[in-house]
Nanobody
């Protein structure tokens, strides 16, 4: 499966941004789709995940601020990010788990700065 991420950019603290991840196949056939992020000098960490049944999980640091959702008709997963903080600055990656194998999209840079 191929993943195309988009929507990153520069935003001020407290602002909002929505990331999109378009998959090359029906996302209902994918076990789980997730967003990860990697800040400079740090490991890549899970931000949010949505399972085939629609169940979601979030990193503690983004709970209440970020929302992961999907549009099955468009084969697209979204990450709505609100109340952004400087520490949210990172490259965000889309991930899919298919038949227990991980697939990654290219990263999209999110910079939160005044």
């Amino acid at each position: 499966v191929q993943l195309q991420a988009s929507g990153g950019g520069l935003v001020q603290p407290g602002g909002s941004l929505t990331l999109s991840c378009a998959a090359s196949r029906n996302i209902f056939t994918i076990d789980a789709m997730s967003w990860y992020r990697q800040a400079p000098g740090k490991e890549r960490d899970l931000v949010a995940s949505i399972g085939r049944g629609g169940n979601t999980i979030y990193a503690e640091s983004v709970k209440g601020r970020f929302t992961i959702s999907r549009d099955i008709a468009k084969n697209t997963v979204y990450l709505q990010m609100n109340s952004l903080k400087a520490e949210d600055t990172a490259v965000y990656y889309c991930n899919a788990i298919l038949f227990q194998s991980p697939y990654w999209g290219q990263g999209t840079q999110v910079t939160v700065s005044s």
